[in-house]
């Protein structure tokens, strides 16, 4: 008897049905692991607006897109609507009193809970903008000032009280940890048009109340290939680890070990169809190509003054407003999917005081990536999105000097704009406090939804199969696109 060769031991399901039925395992691995745009034959990928992308299934976009990109510019510790984009005039005409037990009888309260409820009314004005009228707190400027833009949707809720879960829920859907987030699933399906560059690229900032630390599973691959997920940029310094050459070791000797690695793998790959090979041997090439695209990337000084004034920035100093340019920098060149945290807007207290510095910080870049990208005829074809993974309460929180608010899941605002959304527009409603959405109510999966439609993706049909069942971004549960925000 030969000896065992162990290698065939270790043969995966998948290898097994490569091998067999005359390969047709082979033939679904490609179109699971998908192809360029080219795979759907020229005529039909240039129709869908794919043409030149790389990666991603070879049946997508389903219908032709609205949007070739998104930039999700994320408050993370969930932004008050109450002093941003939801002016509440009867719960100011009750600050101070008691909180009715109507609205809070029997609701979920994350550290209110047992506590006297009191109604805090907002604390900075609202006034109206743009030919359109939206109303916008005084605290936010410069988003006032592309109220004609946006489209603001009042109506949000989602299902976790707090923020690990609560930020699950946003970027997977679930709140169940190791799901695939929106990024990677839209990588997965789409591809990337960038050769040198990730295809979702992620960029956190700081500053405000409690900065709180954002997991990395939050843009993680879950099930779907590992090459789908989010890498994070160094706000300062190296934009990437080890993207520099160890000191002897220049760029040609560094390929040949490349090479050397990357054929060891695709003989192992032969045996074993892995699509972690796979990643393994794509990822080697990739950061060989980012050698060369990262430092240009990075480098600010080909930004005219005008272009850095209006960010508020002077190169890439690790500020919201220099990772909101570097978002637009990315998009230019191909990059699919672009997530800015800012890290700072769970305000329980000191509501004022951290609300002025967030904004301050927030507020300018958010609206001059807007406006950079409709001067540059981009904001056709990127959709941003602008908010957090809850809102806050109503109700008065007594931490610190001044009050602040609550974590509140019920009803909460957020905006979009470019990629298709109608700007000048204000969807959805809370009640008369803030407290419950009760017109056109929002969930996170209808802003997945809403989302994968702009890109040209049926949510029903964007399904990969994992544990026996055909998991989709959007769920078991409805999920609706927003038809009424569309452009």
Request: charged share 20%; aromatic share 6%; glycine share 12%.
């Amino acid at each position: 008897m030969p000896p065992i060769d162990r290698s065939r031991l270790r043969t995966t399901r998948r290898s097994f049905l490569g091998r067999t039925s005359m390969g047709l395992g082979s033939i679904a691995l490609s179109s699971l692991l998908g192809g360029p745009a080219r795979a759907l034959g020229p005529d039909r990928a240039r129709a869908l607006g794919g043409a030149d992308r790389l990666g991603g299934l070879s049946q997508f976009p389903h219908f032709v897109p609205k949007a070739k990109r998104v930039i999700f510019l994320y408050m993370s510790g969930g932004p008050s609507h109450l002093e941003t984009f939801d002016p509440k005039p009867e719960l100011a005409r009750l600050d101070g009193e008691p909180m009715p037990p109507s609205f809070t009888e029997g609701q979920p309260i994350a550290q209110l809970q047992g506590q006297e409820l009191r109604c805090l009314g907002p604390r900075f004005g609202f006034n109206r903008h743009g030919e359109s009228g939206q109303e916008i707190a005084d605290c936010l400027p410069n988003i006032a000032g592309i109220a004609d833009d946006i489209c603001i949707i009042r109506s949000m809720h989602t299902d976790q009280i707090n923020h690990d879960p609560a930020h699950t829920v946003m970027n997977t859907g679930t709140s169940i940890s190791g799901r695939p987030s929106m990024g990677s699933w839209v990588t997965y399906g789409l591809g990337s048009e960038a050769d040198d560059l990730p295809g979702f690229v992620v960029l956190t900032s700081e500053g405000g109340r409690n900065p709180q630390p954002i997991a990395s599973r939050q843009w993680g691959s879950g099930f779907l290939p590992g090459k789908t997920q989010g890498v994070l940029f160094n706000s300062v310094g190296d934009p990437v680890h080890y993207i520099e050459n160890p000191p002897g070791v220049d760029r040609a000797g560094q390929l040949r070990v490349i090479d050397a690695v990357n054929e060891l793998n695709a003989l192992a790959n032969d045996r074993l169809a892995d699509p972690e090979l796979e990643t393994r041997i794509a990822q080697y090439e990739l950061a060989s190509r980012m050698q060369l695209s990262v430092p240009e990337l990075t480098d600010f000084s080909d930004e005219p003054e005008d272009v850095l004034r209006l960010y508020g920035t002077a190169g890439a100093d690790g500020s919201f407003a220099a990772n909101c340019l570097m978002a637009r920098r990315l998009a230019e060149r191909g990059v699919r999917f672009i997530q800015l945290y800012h890290r700072g807007w769970d305000h329980h207290g000191d509501l004022v005081p951290y609300m002025d510095t967030c904004c301050k910080l927030c507020d300018g870049p958010s609206a001059a990536l807007v406006l950079d990208l409709k001067r540059r005829g981009m904001l056709d074809d990127t959709l941003v999105l602008w908010g957090g993974e809850f809102g806050r309460t109503p109700m008065f929180q007594g931490k610190g000097a001044q009050p602040g608010r609550d974590h509140h899941i019920k009803g909460f605002s957020m905006w979009l704009a470019g990629g298709g959304i109608r700007g000048g527009t204000t969807y959805g409603a809370t009640d008369e406090l803030g407290y419950h959405a009760v017109e056109d109510r929002t969930h996170v999966r209808d802003l997945h939804a809403t989302m994968l439609h702009q890109l040209g993706i049926d949510h029903d049909r964007f399904t990969h199969p994992f544990q026996g069942l055909d998991m989709k971004l959007t769920g078991v549960e409805d999920a609706r696109v927003l038809t009424d925000i569309l452009a």
